[in-house]
């Protein structure tokens, strides 16, 4: 366990995004943050839990709310500086009730095409 939290990136407040994925179909679900306990407990418990940059605490999607993720896989990205926690969502990702905390959020965008390239 060590080796893997010691080979980890923290960034600024010893923290590093994790980037949460429904298992089943793929929707990115939400982003939130962890430090190197909150990464430790994610891999050790099959809850995700993470660390609340507001409130100064760790917290454990779902002890509140219900709405539970159950950790299906975890993997770093090249850098090691992101994680990507695929998980089994019980009830809504986001605070606001929504499925996903993208959903309904759209930004316009112009759209590039992969023919000019």
Same mark, same amino acid.
């Given at each position: 366990?060590?080796?893997?939290?010691?080979?980890?990136?923290?960034?600024?407040?010893?923290?590093?995004?994790?980037?949460?994925?429904?298992?089943?179909?793929?929707?990115?679900?939400?982003?939130?943050?962890?430090?190197?306990?909150?990464?430790?407990?994610?891999?050790?418990?099959?809850?995700?839990?993470?660390?609340?940059?507001?409130?100064?605490?760790?917290?454990?999607?779902?002890?509140?709310?219900?709405?539970?993720?159950?950790?299906?896989?975890?993997?770093?990205?090249? /850098?090691?500086?992101?994680?990507?926690?695929?998980?089994?969502?019980?009830?809504?990702?986001?605070?606001?009730?929504?499925?996903?905390?993208? /959903?309904?959020? /759209?930004?316009?965008?112009?759209?590039? /095409?992969?023919?000019?390239?």
């Amino acid at each position: 366990m060590s080796e893997i939290l010691d080979e980890l990136v923290f960034g600024e407040g010893g923290l590093l995004p994790a980037i949460i994925q429904d298992d089943e179909n793929g929707d990115v679900l939400m982003l939130a943050w962890m430090d190197r306990e909150a990464v430790r407990r994610t891999l050790t418990t099959g809850r995700v839990t993470f660390w609340s940059r507001s409130r100064q605490e760790y917290w454990r999607k779902g002890d509140t709310s219900g709405h539970r993720q159950y950790v299906r896989s975890v993997a770093m990205d090249c /850098d090691a500086d992101t994680l990507l926690v695929r998980v089994v969502q019980v009830g809504a990702a986001c605070h606001t009730g929504s499925r996903t905390c993208f /959903d309904g959020r /759209d930004i316009d965008a112009v759209q590039g /095409d992969a023919a000019e390239a």
